[in-house]
């Protein structure tokens, strides 16, 4: 549940540029800042699901002979992992469709049909 939280804040520094830089084809001291931050936000969300599946649980006594002692399990682990790429491709796809500087219309996307 914890990498909800890096999906709400993936989206922010990105559109902290697109309002306070005029131009979006020239490089700038604050875009390039949220692209550092935006890379530090998705790696965190990689590397949570990581960090819990090899640390250990902190349980004692019998309890760890009847449990797994890690944090997570390394299936749920993978599968953390596989919806975080899901989800930041999917976000980036959108940036990419909506920052087209011709205007994004509805009308392209029946043509093919």
């Known amino acids: 549940m914890f990498t909800i939280i890096f999906y709400v804040l993936s989206p ?20 390039e800042f949220c692209y550092f931050l935006t890379t530090g936000i998705v790696l965190s969300a990689f590397a949570l699901p990581i960090v819990l599946a090899r640390a250990p649980s902190g349980a004692t006594g019998e309890e760890t002979v009847v449990r797994d002692d890690r944090g997570i399990a390394t299936g749920a682990c993978f599968l953390v992992l596989m919806g975080n790429l899901v989800m930041f491709l999917t976000i980036y796809g959108l940036f990419m469709i909506f920052d087209n500087e011709d205007g994004f219309e509805y009308s392209n996307w029946g043509s093919g049909f």
């Open 12 to 31: 922010l520094p990105s559109l902290i540029t697109r309002r306070f830089t005029d131009d979006l084809s020239s490089t700038s001291a604050l875009k």
